[in-house]
């Protein structure tokens, strides 16, 4: 078989600035250590998230010339309504200005004390949502989900006998919506399979409770559950996604992951008297519902976005490019969280850095390592963002310590992530010599963005 090729062109160029690596000290002292704090174009390769940072098509950039900035009935509105009801199959169809908007929309007309909301796992922003209305968020996932050195194909399914457990502890009348995240995001990018979904929604329909997907990723978890799941082989990506979302009864998205816009989301259902909730407050909060908290020209781009992403040859590429560096790492011996998921690679740094204990925020230190090395910027996804304290003011560590490198969609080539790879490896081989880090000024909550830290010598 030939190399998967990058499947585009490339006609617009941004600069890399270089720097070197006593200037990158520099720069991540003066960061204290948080990489929240360096400036983009002191940084080479930017791993830091896949969320608005995709690169838009030719068509995408002519469809922003052509979008109409009417503030009621403009046909970019009724363009962007017709794809989604395409795609999802669901007729009501509201444009909100990101993912969290639509949540919290959602979650403002179903939420409140005493609910439970149970997911595979809920991403972060999900469950603020939720928790803001005084409700509680649940995940359920898998127990394969839960290690992340044991392979298996569809790590982001939600556990099922858990969630029948679940609704017998609490009743079902206090779970007013099952919402399932494909691909799994927080639980490393992992896909779910059709066959979960269906059990999922058989236990839902037996006790009258709503279905939703978290759908940011449904093109490369369509594309998981072609590669991976008997009898999806020969149905086309669109095919599958029109399947994943049949069984849901609404679903939320945020435009800046699988539609390659750089801003956007929506929410889309099927029943009527919730959309018309959902809207009465969108009218508050967002904007009119034909553009929601959206320019014309920002539904256009999504539009084009949400059709573009279910090529196959764009979504083979796409997830080869982190299977790619996910294998390169393995073979190394760095370890790696496994099998790839579908947006990003995750390093397991209390298994690589064994001499640095979770108090002294190993992912962190990491981080920290590989922008100086190789100038690629990553986050944390551990103790410092995770974190808490007990009542002695003692740190209760997260249960693990990982680096994420988030791919941005269709930004870096093949020669990008091989530089990425070797100054991975590098840093790997040379990686007792990092040290730990001590947090010297924190915020009360999320303090990962904000924290200052300095070194332990
Ligand atoms: C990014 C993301 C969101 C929130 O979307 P924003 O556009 O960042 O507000 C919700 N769920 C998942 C799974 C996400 O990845």
Redesign the pocket.
């Known amino acids: 078989m030939h190399t998967i090729i990058e499947p585009f062109r490339i006609k617009s160029v941004e600069p890399i600035y270089f720097n070197t690596k006593e200037e990158r000290e520099v720069i991540l002292k003066k960061a204290f250590f948080n990489l929240f704090h360096i400036h983009s174009k002191d940084v080479l390769i930017d791993l830091l998230t896949d ?2 940072t995709s690169a838009m098509s030719s068509n995408q950039w002519s469809g922003i010339m052509q979008g109409d900035e009417s503030y009621a009935g403009s046909p970019s509105f009724f363009r962007f309504e017709k794809t989604i009801q395409d795609i999802t199959g669901m007729q009501l169809v509201i444009p909100t200005h ?4 639509a ?1 919290k929309i959602l979650f403002s007309v179903m939420g409140g004390k005493e609910k439970y909301f149970v997911s595979n796992t809920l ?1 972060d ?2 469950r603020a949502n939720i928790e803001f209305t005084g409700a509680e968020g649940i995940d359920l996932l898998c127990a394969e989900g839960k290690l992340p050195s044991v392979p298996a194909p569809f790590k982001g399914n939600m556990d099922t006998e858990a969630f029948k457990n679940f609704i017998s502890e609490k009743g079902a009348a206090n779970i007013p919506l099952c919402i399932i ?1 494909v691909t799994n ?1 927080s639980g490393g990018g992992q896909p779910v399979s059709m066959q979960n979904i269906r059990a999922v929604k058989k236990i839902c329909v037996e006790n009258d409770i709503p279905l939703f997907i ?1 759908a ?2 449904f093109a490369e978890n369509s594309w998981f559950i072609k590669q991976r799941e008997a009898g999806y082989a020969d149905k086309s990506v669109k095919e599958i996604a029109h399947e994943l979302f049949s069984y849901a009864d609404g679903c ?1 998205m ?4 699988d539609a390659f816009a750089n801003i956007g ?1 929506f929410l889309a259902m099927h029943d009527e008297e919730l959309a018309l909730q959902c809207r009465n407050l969108l009218i508050i909060t967002e904007g009119f519902p034909t553009y929601g908290g959206l320019a014309g020209r920002d539904l256009e781009a999504i539009s084009i976005g949400l059709e573009e992403v279910l090529d196959e040859n764009y979504l083979q590429y796409r997830i080869r490019s982190i299977e790619y560096l996910t294998n390169k790492l393995i073979d190394a011996g760095v370890p790696v969280m496994q099998p790839a998921g579908g947006h990003a690679v995750y390093i397991d740094a209390k298994e690589m850095l064994p001499h640095i204990p979770p108090v002294q925020y190993p992912a962190q230190a990491l981080a920290g390592a590989l922008y100086t090395q190789g100038g690629i910027r990553s986050v944390e996804i551990g103790s410092l963002m995770f974190g808490k304290y007990d009542e002695k003011n003692k740190l209760i560590p997260a249960q693990m310590e990982l680096v994420r490198l988030a791919i941005p969609r269709r930004v870096y080539t093949q020669s990008h992530i091989d530089y990425v790879a070797e100054v991975i490896i590098e840093v790997y081989k040379t990686r007792q010599q990092i040290k730990g880090l001590q947090i010297i000024e924190e915020a009360p909550t999320l303090r990962h963005f904000t924290a200052k830290l300095k070194t332990i010598d």
């Open positions: 969320s608005g990101q993912g969290r908007a949540e991403f922003t999900t995240t995001n978290d940011c990723r939320t945020s435009a800046k992951k989301g």
